[in-house]
């Protein structure tokens, strides 16, 4: 019935990252975009183990044993941390850069070295 | 069955005062009648579609002997509890920093706020 | 059925705010808008039956990327001007 | 600093997330949930403290040595349970199905869980849950202290 | 011109995607395919699925999988987490803020 | 019995989709910071009841973190707009 839209939303979420960090010059812009193809990437892992009338990984009070597969959850469950601390370490860098340059831009921050 | 009534009641009413919440939300002119339609309401249905919740599994433990329903039933009161806790401070903090920041009441005639701060 | 639609649902609301999240030049207000991209696919998690990714989502997106971004817009500058 | 509500809010909430943070990670065999999701809880609980009170007032409450401390005891102790079971393989359970300290067996299938259980795991989800709460939280308090509007 | 080209580089990969989103079947695969609902490699998740409460003692598979099958992942997301944590330390301490840290 | 609980369901994801329309089209960030806290109250909701629908009793414990962080966002933004972190 539901086709692949996952799979299609997942492609248009990942263009959308890779235009802001290709063509916006302001670097908290590249760093949203950098965020938004991470989640899409685990989204895509998630869906991709998706199984049709399947139940969660825990035998906790499950209501059948019919379940999902449980290797991309965990994988994307690492994936989700070591994002937030990439993300925070390049948000830092942007603190850093700012200071140091006084602006944002890539193109300025670029020429007011040389 | 009663209980079934019981249900539909609680959950006529949670969606009912959601979808005002909601369209207060789209339709008032500024930012604290939307924050009023949107908090008041929402919180009011939230709480109600959680109590069916909590209905259906007390009853589904004591009279089917589902033994999963005791434990879903007393985390939704945990649950509400937290809603309750901690929706009206988020209210109130957003509607502290609009005054602050400059974000005037549209059609308002007398503003109390601003006189005791100044 | 409605379980499809429910689907369908959620994925055009993640990519309308994805596209907001790019196209806005207020800063925070695309840290606002990447705060419900984040709530949308936490709910996307929980229906496709992955709680424990759900919870991730929840505890991390929702709570702590929204206030780092914050944090580093208040500390340089909130408005991407152009050119 | 916000005002006396947020403020008493805050109060009232912050050891009831460090409960619920605990219970997440206590729990991680059993329900959703594990050392990730119970440390970003707890980091999360601390954003909330910051934020209520400023961070000029923090700082003497929660440092940022003790977090990082904090995260390197959580690291050593994870990789030292993996060491321990270092006869048969890395990282082999060798708590499970013993009858030791969450050693207790589970039968197979559908069951209501048992908190005794799992072995070496629920260790490991502490140790992990310790770590991720120190490195979350040194993070906060790094970007909250530093890089302030200096005076030039 | 180099918007021209980054436009080319675009269409190019958006295409791409969209053909492994939309004919999955063809994808390097002559069988079932990477159809939505019906996933492809599952012996490695069924051994999972079905040993996990007999060697772990552990209900919930996916705990079982980060900490004791694949453990290594989990060391090395646990190294990343630290590394960054140093480089954000080391990064932001090197702004003359005034700070008091003792 | 069951589909009561969808239908309520799609019901909220109805209108978590309409206060996004508010997040697209608000004028000042306020609009969007009250868009957000009635997104969190409505997803909290939706979450307890398709735990329903599953019939899984520890689904709720994301609705409980839900409830408890989720606010953490609107009070950073609330201090930003107050003027100083």
Same mark, same amino acid.
């Given at each position: 019935?539901?086709?692949?839209?996952?799979?299609?939303?997942?492609?248009?979420?990942?263009?959308?990252? &890779?235009?802001?960090?290709?063509?916006?010059?302001?670097?908290?812009?590249?760093?949203?975009?950098?965020?938004?193809?991470?989640?899409?990437?685990?989204?895509?892992?998630?869906?991709?183990?998706?199984?049709?009338?399947?139940?969660?990984?825990?035998?906790?009070?499950?209501?059948?044993?019919?379940?999902?597969?449980?290797?991309?959850?965990?994988?994307?469950?690492?994936?989700?941390?070591?994002?937030?601390?990439?993300?925070?370490?390049?948000?830092?860098?942007?603190? &850093?850069?700012?200071?140091?340059?006084?602006?944002?831009?890539?193109?300025?921050?670029?020429?007011?070295?040389? | 069955?009663?209980?079934?009534?019981?249900?539909?009641?609680?959950?006529?009413?949670?969606?009912?005062?959601?979808?005002?919440?909601?369209?207060?939300?789209?339709?008032?002119?500024?930012?604290?009648?939307?924050?009023?339609?949107?908090?008041?309401?929402?919180?009011?249905?939230?709480?109600?579609?959680?109590?069916?919740?909590?209905?259906?599994?007390?009853?589904?433990?004591?009279?089917?002997?589902?033994?999963?329903?005791?434990?879903?039933?007393?985390?939704?009161?945990?649950?509400?509890?937290?809603?309750?806790?901690?929706?009206?401070?988020?209210?109130?903090?957003?509607?502290?920093?609009?005054?602050?920041?400059?974000?005037?009441?549209?059609?308002?005639?007398?503003?109390?706020?601003?006189?005791?701060?100044? | 059925?409605?379980?499809?639609?429910?689907?369908?649902?959620?994925?055009?609301?993640?990519?309308?705010?994805?596209?907001?999240?790019?196209?806005?030049?207020?800063?925070?207000?695309?840290?606002?808008?990447?705060?419900?991209?984040?709530?949308?696919?936490?709910?996307?998690?929980?229906?496709?039956?992955?709680?424990?990714?759900?919870?991730?989502?929840?505890?991390?997106?929702?709570?702590?990327?929204?206030?780092?971004?914050?944090?580093?817009?208040?500390?340089?500058?909130?408005?991407?001007?152009?050119? | 600093?916000?005002?006396?509500?947020?403020?008493?809010?805050?109060?009232?909430?912050?050891?009831?997330?460090?409960?619920?943070?605990?219970?997440?990670?206590?729990?991680?065999?059993?329900?959703?949930?594990?050392?990730?999701?119970?440390?970003?809880?707890?980091?999360?609980?601390?954003?909330?403290?910051?934020?209520?009170?400023?961070?000029?007032?923090?700082?003497?409450?929660?440092?940022?040595?003790?977090?990082?401390?904090?995260?390197?005891?959580?690291?050593?102790?994870?990789?030292?349970?993996?060491?321990?079971?270092?006869?048969?393989?890395?990282?082999?359970?060798?708590?499970?199905?013993?009858?030791?300290?969450?050693?207790?067996?589970?039968?197979?299938?559908?069951?209501?869980?048992?908190?005794?259980?799992?072995?070496?795991?629920?260790?490991?989800?502490?140790?992990?849950?310790?770590?991720?709460?120190?490195?979350?939280?040194?993070?906060?308090?790094?970007?909250?202290?530093?890089?302030?509007?200096?005076?030039? | 011109?180099?918007?021209?080209?980054?436009?080319? *580089?675009?269409?190019?990969?958006?295409?791409?995607?969209?053909?492994? @989103?939309?004919?999955?079947?063809?994808?390097?695969?002559?069988?079932?395919?990477?159809?939505?609902?019906?996933?492809?490699?599952?012996?490695?998740?069924?051994?999972?699925?079905?040993? @996990?409460?007999?060697?772990?003692?552990?209900?919930?598979?996916?705990?079982?999988?980060?900490?004791?099958?694949?453990?290594?992942?989990?060391?090395?997301?646990?190294? *990343?987490?630290?590394? @960054?944590?140093?480089?954000?330390?080391?990064?932001?301490?090197?702004?003359?803020?005034?700070?008091?840290?003792? | 019995?069951?589909?009561?609980?969808?239908?309520?369901?799609?019901?909220?994801?109805?209108?978590?989709?309409?206060?996004?329309?508010?997040?697209?089209?608000?004028?000042?960030?306020?609009?969007?910071?009250?868009?957000?806290?009635?997104?969190?109250?409505?997803? $909290?909701? $939706?979450?307890?009841?398709?735990?329903?629908?599953?019939?899984?009793?520890?689904?709720?414990?994301?609705?409980? $973190?839900?409830?408890?962080?989720?606010?953490?966002?609107?009070?950073?933004?609330?201090?930003?707009?107050?003027?100083?972190?």
């Amino acid at each position: 019935m539901i086709f692949n839209l996952p799979f299609i939303t997942v492609v248009i979420v990942i263009m959308f990252g &890779l235009y802001a960090m290709v063509f916006r010059r302001n670097l908290i812009k590249v760093v949203i975009g950098l965020d938004l193809v991470e989640s899409a990437v685990n989204l895509f892992l998630v869906s991709l183990g998706y199984v049709k009338g399947g139940v969660a990984p825990i035998y906790t009070n499950a209501p059948s044993t019919d379940m999902v597969l449980p290797t991309p959850q965990a994988l994307t469950l690492t994936s989700i941390v070591i994002g937030v601390a990439t993300t925070a370490m390049l948000l830092s860098f942007c603190i &850093l850069i700012y200071r140091y340059y006084g602006t944002l831009d890539t193109r300025k921050a670029r020429r007011l070295r040389e | 069955m009663l209980v079934d009534y019981v249900i539909w009641i609680f959950l006529g009413i949670g969606l009912t005062f959601n979808t005002l919440g909601v369209i207060g939300l789209l339709r008032f002119p500024d930012v604290y009648t939307r924050l009023h339609a949107a908090t008041k309401a929402t919180t009011f249905g939230s709480i109600f579609t959680s109590l069916a919740v909590v209905v259906l599994s007390f009853w589904k433990y004591l009279a089917v002997q589902y033994t999963a329903g005791l434990s879903m039933g007393v985390h939704t009161i945990i649950a509400i509890m937290c809603l309750l806790l901690t929706n009206p401070v988020g209210a109130h903090a957003i509607a502290r920093a609009a005054h602050r920041s400059g974000v005037k009441p549209k059609v308002a005639v007398v503003d109390r706020l601003e006189e005791v701060g100044k | 059925m409605i379980e499809d639609i429910i689907h369908v649902l959620i994925l055009a609301g993640l990519i309308v705010t994805a596209y907001l999240a790019v196209k806005l030049r207020d800063l925070l207000a695309a840290a606002v808008v990447l705060g419900v991209f984040s709530f949308l696919l936490s709910l996307e998690f929980y229906i496709l039956q992955a709680p424990d990714v759900a919870i991730a989502e929840a505890g991390i997106g929702a709570g702590l990327t929204t206030a780092i971004f914050v944090i580093a817009v208040k500390k340089t500058a909130r408005w991407e001007v152009e050119e | 600093m916000m005002s006396k509500i947020v403020r008493t809010q805050a109060n009232f909430l912050y050891p009831l997330i460090l409960i619920f943070g605990f219970y997440i990670v206590m729990h991680g065999h059993l329900t959703p949930g594990g050392g990730f999701q119970g440390g970003a809880v707890i980091a999360t609980g601390i954003a909330l403290v910051v934020v209520a009170y400023g961070y000029e007032k923090i700082k003497r409450w929660i440092k940022k040595t003790h977090l990082t401390a904090a995260e390197g005891i959580g690291l050593l102790c994870f990789i030292i349970t993996a060491f321990i079971g270092i006869g048969t393989s890395f990282f082999y359970n060798f708590l499970a199905n013993s009858g030791l300290i969450f050693g207790e067996s589970i039968p197979y299938g559908i069951n209501p869980g048992y908190l005794n259980t799992a072995g070496t795991l629920p260790i490991m989800n502490l140790a992990v849950g310790i770590e991720v709460l120190g490195g979350l939280g040194a993070i906060i308090l790094y970007m909250m202290a530093y890089g302030r509007e200096v005076s030039e | 011109m180099r918007n021209i080209a980054m436009i080319a *580089v675009f269409a190019i990969l958006l295409s791409f995607f969209m053909y492994i @989103a939309l004919n999955p079947a063809d994808f390097g695969y002559s069988g079932e395919g990477l159809n939505f609902g019906h996933p492809r490699f599952t012996d490695m998740d069924d051994y999972f699925i079905h040993n @996990a409460q007999n060697q772990t003692a552990s209900n919930n598979v996916v705990t079982s999988i980060v900490f004791d099958y694949r453990g290594f992942d989990t060391l090395g997301e646990a190294t *990343v987490l630290f590394t @960054a944590v140093l480089g954000v330390g080391l990064g932001l301490r090197m702004l003359r803020g005034d700070e008091d840290d003792e | 019995m069951i589909d009561v609980w969808l239908l309520a369901s799609l019901v909220f994801v109805i209108l978590i989709l309409l206060a996004i329309a508010r997040v697209v089209a608000g004028p000042t960030l306020a609009d969007r910071v009250v868009a957000l806290d009635t997104i969190n109250t409505l997803m $909290v909701a $939706v979450m307890i009841i398709l735990s329903v629908v599953y019939s899984e009793a520890i689904y709720v414990d994301i609705a409980i $973190v839900y409830a408890l962080l989720s606010f953490v966002a609107t009070l950073y933004i609330a201090r930003y707009m107050e003027g100083g972190i």
